[in-house]
């Protein structure tokens, strides 16, 4: 796995003056995609736990793997195999998206607020992370804040 530095997940997600001006005038929009076909997806909130998550596995976003943000509603879905979903289900701040959910996707890279590449798939289909590795970064992290909390 590739290493990259904490701020790349990070600033690639971050709400800028620039992606506000693309959003607010003509952001590329989004559609509605099933999931449990092509992918499942973990929903994670806040969006910064998933991120740190990410950035834990030592994933580059440059390889194309599917990863949205919701700045709306603070929510990071991080794709997964299809049927991989459930298995994340238990944890805290997690949410599995498979069939019988939709998922809102951008359709051109600048997306919308409530919809927005933080990686974009590269080629199809996509690489996708999984899900086993996503939760258990995901229960690492919890686990030291709540190490954390109860030393203080």
Known sequence: MEKKSLSTWHALAAVTEQRRKQWRFG???AGWVHCGQAWDALAISP??????????????PQRGYPVLADH???VLYVMVAPGT????????????????????VPYAEDGTPSAHWVSAPR???PPLIRADL????????T?????ERTAS
């Not at 910064?48 to 950035?55: E, K, W």
């Not at 996503?134 to 992290?141: P, T, Y």
Request: glycine share 16%.
């Open 27 to 29: 952001g590329g929009g």
């Open 134 to 141: 996503i939760s258990g970064a995901l229960m690492r992290l």
């Open 85 to 104: 979903a459930a298995s994340a289900a238990s944890l805290p701040r997690v949410r599995g998206l498979s069939v019988g959910h939709q998922l809102l």
């Open 123 to 125: 080629e199809d289909p």
């Open 143 to 147: 686990s030291a804040v709540r190490v």
């Open 72 to 74: 709306m509603r603070g």
């Open 47 to 60: 969006i910064v736990l998933g991120l740190d998550a990410l950035t834990d596995l030592g994933l580059s």
